[in-house]
């Protein structure tokens, strides 16, 4: 799986968010809408992208919450 991090603003920041480029799917993240991925969900039921963007960014950057 490739995984490009476009973008990491922390919950400091003013606007977090996260943006990344995951096997050609756009994977984001803000507090307000939480993960999202463009993904197709027929051909991924459980999508296998957003687990793989979280694990490469620290969760206290995302609040800590894990
Ligand atoms: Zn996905």
Same mark, same amino acid.
């Given at each position: ?9 922390g919950?400091?920041a003013?606007?977090?968010?996260v ?8 994977i ?6 939480d993960?999202? /991925?463009? /993904?197709?969900?027929?051909q991924?039921?459980? /999508? ?13 950057i ?5």
């Amino acid at each position: 799986m490739k995984i490009e991090i476009l973008r990491v603003l922390g919950t400091r920041a003013q606007h977090p968010a996260v943006l990344a480029i995951v096997d050609g799917f756009t994977i984001r993240w803000s507090p307000r809408d939480d993960w999202s /991925c463009t /993904c197709d969900e027929l051909q991924f039921p459980t /999508c296998p992208h957003i687990p793989a963007v979280e694990n490469v960014i620290a969760p206290r950057i995302l609040g800590g919450t894990k």
